[in-house]
């Protein structure tokens, strides 16, 4: 039996080519759907044209029929994996679904719990409607619905695109979409670009169907604040000019009215189970996230445990499925075929090369930004935590100040509480200090009636 | 289907999130914080953030972007 937790792409992919190799597989999912984020679905109560949102909509659907049809699988849907642990080759985890637990114990565990926005502190981002970009794709995808009328999409990475042509399909006015790195960086790196023509392609064609709408793509440009109006909602934000390390061009801010403003920086891997088991991470040179470190057939520092996906490292659905294949084939014993991922991994690690975050967002912050949005820590608490309180690294901040140990378990703002602190201390965070704000003793908060019930063993 | 939130009457369609369905209806600001009572709403949409957690049927802390409405539900937003 091989256990494998998260349908998205990675997961998928995973099950399908286990069972395929004739291992029975039980595929373990929080959501109430299967797709992950790349192909979330509409349920079938609200009836449009899906293909219209994604491109790649009927692939997805036919993977999920497949991995729903196949008689060796077992699909557990609205099941969350809240707790995993690793002893002797084999895997515990801990699932809650509709109030009920259970306990899996299994020597063969796939890992693809995907990746969520990166988001970037600055003054207002905790307006409501200040938001991220997947969560309006999410909104739009998975609900129907527009997250707002008049909306700013910003950040980097080539993400910004397909939600911006998305919104723009769906009547929504994109009053602006500003990416904060210059094309230069495109130049720099397109004989690894040009590896991948489809995915080339499919960037031009959303280039493409913006401009149709009157939508241009302003390069060098970031949020730097964000503004309410009397009712407490985002009413505006502010733009500038930003240099090369993200910081601001004097004179060039300018506001822009909005009600929406949609703003990431590329992806942070959940590695909350993988944190649980155990797993070997590292800090990724190419965009300082923190990842599973994998062998080429995907398996991780832990024996009888495999991960795919973003997890692993951010490069979008295609490379996530090429890597949950080889997962589910190695795990299943089988022979695996990694020449396609190398080509997309070499693609992805380009692409992240030419949408980097520089270090000077910090210079946006003022003292009373908050930094972490649970426990409403400012800047000034954190920086009085180091001049005054002598803290010197994240977990020291954590516990003199509590930012980062709020119900979001610091996956909001744990990665950039790192570089905060980094820059106010003038020490560099190690490796191991990022890490550790990866990490989290739980996989998601339950709720303390059910957690009750249960005879935690340790 | 109608559910309610803060006492009014709301209509979404089945299989919408809480968190989408207040915002079709205009309803943004989900909570207030404890320290500062800053309104806050839906930030990541994935449940990731626990920016949007609301009260459902009396049970606190629900992610509102992730729990799907049902007929007569009772939402209350972290009131102050
Ligand atoms: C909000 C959002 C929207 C996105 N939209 C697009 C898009 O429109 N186009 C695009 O090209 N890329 C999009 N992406 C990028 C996307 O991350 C990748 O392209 C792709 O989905 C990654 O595949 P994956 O299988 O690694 O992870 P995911 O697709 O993220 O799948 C991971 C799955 O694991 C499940 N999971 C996680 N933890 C647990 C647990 N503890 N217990 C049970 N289940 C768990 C999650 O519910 C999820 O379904 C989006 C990313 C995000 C965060
Ligand atoms: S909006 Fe982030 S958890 Fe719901």
Redesign the interface.
Known sequence: MITVVGAGPAGLAAALSAANAGESVELIE?G?RLGG?YWRN?????VVDQQALNHDFQSGKVLREKVQAHPNITVLLNTQVWRASHEEGISILHTISGGTTREIRTNKLILATGA??R?LPFPGW???????P??????LK????K?GKKIVIAGTGPFLLPVATGLAKYGVDVVGLFEANRLRRWIWQLPALLNNISAIKEGASYLHTLRKFKVRVQRGYAVVEAHSGS???LSAVTVARVKSDFSVIEGSQRKVVCDVAAIGWGFTA?LSLAGNLGLMQQVSLLDGGTYVVVDEHQGTSQAGIFAAGEITGIGGSKLSLAEGEIAGSAAAGSETNTSKKRKLAKFASALLRTYPVGPNWQSWLKPETTIC??E?VTLEIIEKSVLDLGATDSRTVKLFTRCGM???QG??CGRSVNDVVARISGKPASDADRVSSAARPIAS?I?LGELAQIPIVD | MIFFFENNEIHAIAGQTVGSALLENNVRVLRRTRFEGAPRGMFCGIGVCFDCVVTINGVANQRACLVEVEEGMRVEGFQR
């Open positions: 929080s109430a984020q509409l349920p079938n109560s609200i969520y926005d988001t905790d307006i409501p409607g200040v938001m991220t997947g969560g309006v794709q999410a909104l998975g609900n129907n619905v997250a009712d407490g909602n959940d949005r649970c409403e709020g119900m979001c996956r909001i908060p709720l």
